[in-house]
């Protein structure tokens, strides 16, 4: 999970906004068309600035609406703020998935009950894993 981004990735950051209970109904949500019968890795690039204490800001993980991480806490897995950190997670986009989407969801975690709802995203990459005959 160590850093393996410019810094320039982890200088911009999506969040939902300052709304706790807003945010507690919507998500931070991205959708990729792609191409099916392919395995694709989703690597996830976070760092937080500003707060400071584990589970004070709290979020769910889903990739194709399958729960990839629970309760990510950016600031348990660097160990302080300003400290950037990266997650990967395969998954395999087949015929029948909905429009051909890869969809990466983020939603603030209800099981902790955390100081702010939120989530955060610093960066984003999605990378398709070439099958055995090449293609």
């Given at each position: 999970m160590v850093s393996i981004a410019t810094v320039d990735v982890y200088r911009t950051a999506r969040t939902m906004g300052l709304h706790s209970m807003l945010n507690q109904n919507y998500n931070l949500t991205w959708a990729f068309h792609?191409?099916?019968?392919?395995?694709?890795?989703?690597?996830?690039?976070?760092?937080?600035?500003?707060?400071?204490?584990?589970?004070?800001?709290?979020?769910?993980?889903y990739i194709n609406n399958r729960i990839a991480m629970r309760v990510a806490d950016v600031i348990a897995w660097s160990g302080s703020r300003g400290v950037p950190v990266y997650d990967d997670y395969a998954t395999y986009?087949?015929?029948?998935s909905a429009d051909k989407l890869l969809t990466v969801v983020l939603h603030p975690s209800?099981?902790?009950?955390?100081?702010?709802?939120?989530?955060?995203?610093?960066g984003l990459e999605v990378f398709k894993l070439n099958d055995s005959a090449g293609n």
């Open positions: 792609v191409d099916v019968n392919f395995t694709y890795v989703v690597m996830l690039h976070f760092c937080k600035l500003v707060f400071t204490k584990i589970t004070e800001w709290v979020f769910d993980i986009i087949g015929d029948n209800m099981l902790v009950k955390p100081e702010f709802y939120d989530a955060i995203l610093n």
